[in-house]
């Protein structure tokens, strides 16, 4: 198929049921989101059945979009798009920099924001592997991640600040999260926070993992005491008897 028919074909497999056909917004951020390389990254995964519809958008962030998707068996999917025109480059390589698992930083910023995608894979892939609870990675195609989606059918799973949980359980998981990451995956997710953890029902699930750095990274200590204050900052203020050094004590072991 020529570059521009897969272009046509993918476009038509992506959900404008909640866009406004005219909405001047909506044009600058698809444009942003989906240019040709992205389409053809997403069209490659589709003709290996792993997306057949990329539906609404899931959230926002820094550097990319995520999107609820469905492959071709009918399961939900969520779609991590990492934009190559607006990330931040500088952020990117300092998180690389220095991880035994990436030899060197390219100044290519399409090639470095392809690395993130695959670092974030790869690093999900360690903490399932360690027993933390994460989105399982499903497949990385350049700047695109496929993964599994946390929700229901009507709506993804929201954030832990935007949820009503028990506070003593939500901690417990994110420190017993840390220590598996720290000890088992040998990770420091280094963005800990309410804004990182989703509540899908009853379950806690960690999000957000592409700057986690192996310990062997110069920053991991940094990172690791830097999380440690978040979370003691943010269960302190719910009542948690906690502080950032009995954090880390347990983290460590």
């Given at each position: 198929?020529k570059?521009?028919?897969?272009?046509?074909y993918?476009e038509s497999?992506i959900?404008?049921?909640k866009?406004v056909e005219?909405d001047s917004?909506?044009?600058?951020t698809?444009s942003?989101?989906?240019?040709?390389?992205?389409i053809?990254?997403?069209?490659a995964?589709?003709s290996?059945g792993?997306i057949?519809?990329?539906?609404?958008?899931?959230?926002?962030?820094?550097?990319?979009?995520?999107?609820r998707?469905?492959?071709?068996?009918g399961?939900?999917?969520a779609?991590?798009?990492?934009r190559?025109?607006?990330?931040?480059?500088?952020k990117?390589?300092?998180?690389?920099?220095g991880d035994?698992?990436?030899r060197?930083?390219?100044?290519?910023r399409?090639?470095?924001?392809?690395?993130w995608?695959g670092?974030?894979f790869?690093?999900l892939e360690?903490?399932i592997?360690?027993?933390?609870?994460?989105p399982?990675?499903?497949?990385?195609r350049?700047?695109?991640?496929?993964?599994?989606?946390?929700?229901?059918?009507?709506?993804?799973?929201?954030?832990?600040?935007?949820?009503?949980f028990?506070?003593?359980?939500?901690y417990?998981?994110t420190?017993d999260?840390?220590?598996k990451?720290?000890?088992?995956?040998r990770?420091?997710?280094?963005?800990?926070s309410?804004?990182?953890?989703?509540?899908?029902?009853d379950?806690?699930?960690?999000?957000?993992?592409a700057q986690?750095?192996?310990?062997?990274?110069?920053?991991a200590?940094?990172?690791l005491?830097?999380?440690?204050?978040?979370?003691?900052?943010?269960?302190?203020?719910?009542?948690?008897?906690?502080d950032k050094d009995?954090?880390?004590?347990?983290?460590r072991g």
């Amino acid at each position: 198929m020529k570059k521009e028919e897969a272009i046509n074909y993918v476009e038509s497999r992506i959900s404008h049921a909640k866009r406004v056909e005219h909405d001047s917004e909506y044009r600058k951020t698809f444009s942003e989101v989906f240019d040709d390389s992205t389409i053809m990254a997403i069209y490659a995964l589709m003709s290996r059945g792993y997306i057949d519809i990329v539906d609404f958008p899931i959230s926002t962030g820094k550097e990319g979009n995520v999107f609820r998707g469905i492959d071709k068996k009918g399961n939900n999917i969520a779609i991590k798009i990492y934009r190559i025109a607006t990330s931040n480059f500088r952020k990117m390589a300092l998180y690389i920099q220095g991880d035994p698992r990436f030899r060197g930083v390219t100044k290519d910023r399409r090639k470095l924001v392809y690395r993130w995608a695959g670092k974030e894979f790869n690093n999900l892939e360690r903490m399932i592997a360690a027993g933390v609870r994460v989105p399982r990675p499903i497949v990385q195609r350049n700047n695109v991640l496929v993964m599994e989606y946390i929700g229901t059918q009507e709506r993804p799973a929201p954030l832990l600040k935007d949820s009503d949980f028990d506070p003593e359980e939500a901690y417990r998981f994110t420190v017993d999260s840390m220590r598996k990451t720290y000890k088992e995956a040998r990770l420091v997710h280094g963005d800990i926070s309410e804004y990182n953890i989703l509540l899908n029902g009853d379950e806690f699930v960690l999000i957000d993992v592409a700057q986690a750095v192996h310990l062997k990274h110069p920053s991991a200590e940094e990172l690791l005491v830097r999380d440690a204050k978040n979370v003691a900052r943010y269960f302190g203020k719910l009542g948690v008897e906690t502080d950032k050094d009995k954090i880390l004590r347990e983290v460590r072991g």
